[in-house]
């Protein structure tokens, strides 16, 4: 299976994405994660990403592409996998289908998580996540035990350098100018299921659920909370 999941800063992608590998078994690639890892570990391709991302533009093409023909090449990919925040323009979209054919695959499905503006906002400034782990919380609806701390690893939590709003207002910009046309250019295809993700994150799981069994998971049962 290769699904991607599609949707504005702050939809729900990661926090649906990990759900969805826990239920399908297959890894999920996310080229903002690789962005801020890499920077983490001061690569130099990772601090040039991240004059992009800090100020909440797009990395440039030729940078994402590189990183993600790698990635999906890698052993662990071979059955499939779920995209996080690629493609994000047509160029990388058309980049994808020719770098999938190259091994005789293609995209099997896109899930686009409809959420409103307001929530948006509300999602992304209330976020706080654990750069150890990668798990991510919300200060309202999904707060960790301890207040800042990691539930998983124990590690004090962070509030991420692109979720204020000077950076928040230029992500959404950029997403409405370069991204949303990615929807057409799937929909055209015939690969789009939007999923309306203004609710909380077990209720739009089972409305994943369908999509999932089309797209050629094989689900085990999930506590989404859990
Ligand atoms: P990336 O890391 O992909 O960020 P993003 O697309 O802005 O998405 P987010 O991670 O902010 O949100 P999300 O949809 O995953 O929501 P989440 O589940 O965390 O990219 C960062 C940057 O890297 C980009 O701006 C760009 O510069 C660069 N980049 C990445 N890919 C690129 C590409 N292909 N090309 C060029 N540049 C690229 O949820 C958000 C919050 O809401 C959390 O606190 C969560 O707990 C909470 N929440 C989630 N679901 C619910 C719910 N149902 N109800 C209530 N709260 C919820």
């Not at 499905?109 to 959420?115: E, M, T």
Request: aromatic share 6%.
């Amino acid at each position: 299976m290769i699904l991607i999941l599609f949707g504005p800063p702050g939809a729900g992608k990661g926090t649906q994405g990990a759900l969805i590998v826990k239920a399908c078994g297959v890894p999920k690639i996310s080229t903002g994660e690789i962005f801020r890892d890499l920077a983490a570990e001061g690569s130099p391709l990772g601090l040039k990403a991240k004059r992009y991302w800090t100020q909440g533009k797009l990395v440039p093409d030729e940078i994402v592409v590189g990183l993600i023909r790698e990635r999906i090449h890698s052993s662990d990919c071979k059955n499939g996998f779920v995209l996080d925040g690629f493609p994000r323009t047509v160029r990388q979209a058309e980049t994808l289908n020719l770098l999938l054919s190259e091994s005789g695959r293609h995209v099997d499905g896109v899930l686009s998580f409809a959420v409103d503006h307001e929530e948006l906002l509300r999602r992304l400034i209330g976020r706080r996540t654990c750069n150890n782990c990668g798990a991510a919380y919300h200060v309202t609806s999904l707060p960790p035990g301890q207040e800042n701390v990691c539930d998983h690893c124990g590690h004090a939590l962070e509030h991420r350098a692109d979720d204020n709003p000077e950076a928040i207002k230029v992500r959404l910009a950029e997403y409405d100018a370069k991204t949303a046309p990615v929807l057409t250019y799937y929909s055209e295809r015939g690969l789009l299921t939007t999923v309306d993700a203004n609710a909380d994150p077990s209720t739009i799981f089972s409305r994943v659920g369908e999509v999932l069994g089309r797209v050629g998971c094989v689900q085990e049962p999930v506590n989404a909370v859990g």
